[in-house]
């Protein structure tokens, strides 16, 4: 029996839509599981970030930092730091909500973090404060209290320096050019793959949570070091 190539375009085309369709239906639950973030949570929200993965970006680049290391706030972090044990953990495929897949912490550690967001806030109620995330839409951030006074980055970012996810405690902070590429070089984190695209800072860097005590009191000087650079003090947090 001959089957006609119409006939056989036919199959093929059914074929490609029923693998299609099995691949949208595998991503979209994939995306729903990452959880809320800052697209809406729902069919439309998974389009979108659907169309931002061809906007990504190499997320381990440190040369797109070269002409900005000397910019305002740029190296309150000394010009290396203890590389990160192991390597980096896993990072989902979708740039929005930006998560890691694992090497998580667990509840107690993600306590720990978010009291040091909270200790910093607290020490320093005159320069920063707690606001719904610019970003993430759902969860507090730190910010400054006058983005308007500030550089650059923090206008962009309406003032947010940092945010917990409370999902996996990875964490979002904007540094200076020169820290970002020190935190990327020594494995603490990564940038945003849409960083430097559709209005995230250049610097927007993923910060992986801290797997013991001494990892955690890192986090705590990445955390310095970003507030530093968004109200432009010195390394030693002076205004």
Known sequence: MRISRTTVTGIALAVLAGAGAVWAYRDYHSWLALGPGGLPYNVHGWLMATWMRTQKRDPLDTERFAKAIRGPGGGSLPDSLPKRAGPRPTIGVHPVPHRQLDQLPGAEMTQRIVATFDELVNRRPDLIRYELSFFEKRNQAVFLRDPAAGHADAKASHGEIAHVHPSDGSMHMIFGAGDA??????????????????????????????????????????????VSHMALLDPKGHS
Do not use: F, K, S
């Open 181 to 226: 590429r020190v935190v990327m070089e020594a494995g603490w984190g990564e940038c945003h793959p849409l960083a430097g695209r559709l209005n995230l800072p250049d610097t927007y860097i993923l910060v992986y949570p801290p797997r013991d005590a001494n990892e955690m009191e890192m986090t705590r000087q990445l955390l310095e070091a970003a």
